[in-house]
């Protein structure tokens, strides 16, 4: 009974490169939340995704952030040209549906860009 | 956008102490949950309440989600080391709106 699954969980990139982070969901869950944890602060929401659509991005930076949720295969969220500001965990979470009240958070991704 | 501030930020206690750490904002939730998180590890659900003035328990935590639904507490009786963690109250008000999170109070529990 995998939960959700993260991986890396640790990634160094160097300024300028691309990041990619993947996640995927519970079994049977369908929905897919990122957020973003900097130290001693809060998760902050980037995206919410179903399969084949983003519902919610209000939270992503407009631009070199990217997440998708494809028909098959895990969630991505991308990062491009990667800044040292960008360095944070990062948690997927899922939920069986929309509204649903518990989310399952993966074990999360350490980004450090140096 | 929705705030929850949660106090105190830190908080370092003796074993068998009984402590509260509380969450509050403006806003009015439909839910509000609280969650336990370990270093590198992703939070934990512990909790949800929906009703105001709800009070649910779970072993030795006892959280109150109050009347108007903007606040909620969380109170630890006999607290143990194992309690020690970041607790992070997060809150939603509606079911389509994405879960805001509050920065967290971080719990030491010494023996």
């Known amino acids: 009974n995998a939960g959700v699954m993260q991986n890396p969980r640790h990634l160094v990139r160097r300024r300028g490169q691309e990041a990619r982070l993947r996640c995927s969901p519970m079994?049977?869950?369908?929905?897919v939340y990122w957020y973003r944890q900097l130290p001693e602060e809060g998760l902050k929401f980037m995206v919410y995704l179903q399969k084949e659509n983003i519902i919610d991005e209000s939270g992503m930076p407009k631009e070199r952030f990217s997440a998708e949720f494809p028909k098959e295969g895990p969630s991505i969220l991308r990062i491009q040209q990667v800044v040292r500001g960008d360095s944070a965990a990062y948690f997927c979470?899922?939920?069986?549906?929309?509204?649903?009240?518990?989310?399952?958070f993966g074990s999360g991704t350490q980004l450090s860009v140096l | 956008t929705q705030l929850l501030e949660q106090s105190p930020q830190f908080l370092s206690i003796q074993e068998g102490e009984n402590l509260t750490v509380y969450c509050n904002s403006s806003s009015v939730f439909s839910s509000l949950q609280w969650y336990r998180q370990e270093p590198g590890e992703g939070p934990v659900l512990l909790v949800t309440?929906?009703?105001?003035?709800e009070v649910k328990k779970l072993k030795r935590l006892t959280f109150q989600f109050g009347d108007a639904r903007k606040d909620s507490s969380l109170h630890i009786t006999a607290a143990q080391p194992g309690d020690t963690g970041l607790y992070l109250c997060a809150g939603r008000n509606s079911g389509n709106t994405p879960l805001v999170f509050g920065k967290g109070t971080r719990l030491s529990v010494i023996a």
């Open positions: 309440v929906v009703t105001g003035g």
């Open positions: 079994k049977g869950h369908s929905h």
């Open positions: 979470a899922s939920s069986p549906g929309q509204g649903r009240e518990k989310l399952f």
